[in-house]
C-alpha cells in the first residue's frame, strides 16, 4: 500500500464539476425534436424506473427501455449515438480546471463520482476530467457506502469532499467525521432544493460555484497540516 497522503480532495462531477443538468436540458430537447413529447416524457419516466432498480443514472438503459417500447422506431438509435459523441468538454463549469490544478498545493485531487460502468467513464473521458486528475477516478453505485474502499486506493490522513449533494456530505461526514472536511457547492437543482436540504445538516464550508474552491485555500492548508 503506498504511504498516505496528508490530504486527498475527492471531487463529485455530476453539476460539481460539469453542468449535467445543462446536459439532461438538451437531451430533453433532442427527444422532443427526434421522438415528439410523448416519447420524451415517456424516456425520462424511463430512465426513474431504472434509476430506482440501480441507484444511479442509466441514460444508455432509459434509450434501450425506450427501444423494447418501440421497436420498429429507428429514430431511436440516433439518440445512442449522440449521447456517445455529445462534446461533455463543453459542459464543464468555468474555473473547475483551475481548481483541480489549485488542489495540488494542498493535496492529491481526485475523482469520486456515482454512475453506471458505461457511460460515466465515457462521460469523464469525454469531458477531459480523467487527464486533469491525472487519471484518479473512482466511479461506484452509491459512493458514500464505498468510504473503506476510497481509503485503501487513496490512503490519506485527512480528505475533503467537494460535491453538490449536501446528502451524501453529511453521509460521509457521519462516517469519517473529522478525518474528512466537506464542500458543499452550491450549483444546480440538488444544490438548490431548498425541501431537500431542510433536514441536512450544513457542510464545513459552502461555496456558489467550483471557480470559488481556491477561497477554501486557508481550511484545506489547515486540514492537511492538522493532527489527527
Not at 49 to 64: H, P, S, T, V
Not at 217 to 223: D, F, G, N, S
Amino acid at each position: 500500500m503506498a504511504d498516505p497522503a496528508d490530504l486527498v480532495l475527492l471531487f463529485d462531477v455530476d453539476n460539481t464539476l460539469l453542468d449535467n443538468d445543462g446536459f439532461q436540458a438538451e437531451l430533453s430537447e433532442r427527444l422532443e425534436r427526434a421522438l415528439g413529447a410523448e416519447a420524451r416524457d415517456r424516456y425520462w419516466a424511463l430512465f426513474e424506473q431504472l434509476r430506482g432498480e440501480l441507484g444511479y443514472a442509466d441514460y444508455l438503459g432509459a434509450i434501450e427501455r425506450l427501444r423494447r417500447e418501440a421497436p420498429r422506431e429507428m429514430r431511436i438509435l440516433s439518440l445512442s449515438n449522440w449521447l456517445i459523441d455529445y462534446p461533455f468538454a463543453d459542459l464543464v463549469y468555468p474555473g473547475a480546471f483551475e481548481a483541480a490544478r489549485h488542489a495540488r498545493r494542498w493535496g492529491t485531487p481526485a475523482i469520486l463520482s456515482d454512475g453506471d460502468a458505461v457511460f460515466q467513464p465515457h462521460k469523464i473521458e469525454r469531458a477531459g476530467l480523467r487527464r486533469a486528475f491525472d487519471d484518479r477516478a473512482l466511479i461506484y453505485v452509491h459512493k458514500e457506502h464505498e468510504l473503506d474502499d476510497v481509503a485503501r486506493r487513496l490512503p490519506a490522513r485527512r480528505y475533503a469532499l467537494i460535491d453538490d449533494k449536501l446528502r451524501i456530505l453529511a453521509a460521509v461526514k457521519r462516517v469519517w467525521g473529522e478525518r474528512v472536511t466537506t464542500i458543499f457547492v452550491k450549483q444546480g437543482h440538488y444544490a438548490l432544493d431548498a425541501h431537500a436540504l431542510a433536514d441536512l445538516p450544513p457542510a464545513d464550508v459552502e461555496i456558489g460555484r467550483i471557480a470559488d474552491l481556491p477561497q477554501c485555500e486557508p481550511l484545506l492548508a489547515r486540514a492537511a497540516r492538522k493532527p489527527l
